[in-house]
């Protein structure tokens, strides 16, 4: 065979590697998902702008009651759409301890508020650290690659949703004045911050690119 044809041959064959093998990237890589179509973006862009038309009340402790009774009712609607669109058991395992823990949270909340008016001094500065707190999670939550994928999904928006849940009960444990809401942000942290490991571990192996 001149040695012309067998460098065309192999260059042919070359090409039609590259074009399968493209085209199995292509089937088996990372499906994207618009965020106006995906129903936890939705859910989570619903509590942000639920929390920022919130009266504040200059009290730090009722200021992140009321927060997080709003937050923790996102996080229910979230783990709710996992339950009933999600197929993987230890998702759903987590979507469900969420709704029992953060459901009971929110009795305690509401309970709190109930009993606490609002009283000076105003601390204008938790109210501060919150609306900073929501817009990175707002900006963290539009960097996600979603897929589509229900388990998928809701393992990275919970991440973002866990770590600013973090970050307001760090400030209200320096801030807040009341032992109540500052029992409760701790015994946030204790779990969200486990809850979170949970989600990147899942996430770490079960990658769908």
Not at 162 to 187: F, N, Q, V, W
Request: net charge negative; glycine share 4%; charged share 25%.
């Amino acid at each position: 065979m001149p040695r012309s044809l067998r460098f065309t041959l192999f260059a042919s064959v070359l090409a039609f590697g590259a074009l399968t093998s493209c085209n199995k990237d292509e089937a088996d890589g990372l499906k994207v998902q618009a965020h106006d179509k995906n129903a936890f973006m939705s859910i989570m862009h619903d509590m942000s702008k639920e929390m920022d038309m919130m009266t504040a009340t200059m009290d730090p402790d009722n200021d992140y009651a009321k927060m997080m009774v709003m937050h923790h009712t996102g996080a229910i609607k979230m783990a709710q759409k996992e339950l009933s669109d999600g197929d993987n058991a230890a998702m759903k395992a987590i979507a469900q301890r969420v709704i029992t823990a953060q459901q009971a949270e929110i009795t305690q909340f509401n309970a709190f508020l109930a009993g606490h008016p609002a009283h000076a001094p105003m601390v204008m500065e938790f109210m501060d650290r919150a609306m900073m707190v929501m817009e990175m999670m707002d900006k963290n939550n539009d960097l996600r690659v979603l897929t589509g994928d229900a388990d998928q999904d809701f393992a990275q928006l919970m991440i973002d949703h866990h770590t600013s849940a973090l970050e307001m009960s760090e400030d209200e444990i320096e801030l807040g004045r009341e032992a109540t809401p500052k029992a409760m942000a701790r015994k946030i942290i204790t779990d969200q911050q486990m809850e979170i490991k949970e989600l990147q571990d899942w996430l770490l192996a079960n990658k769908s690119y």
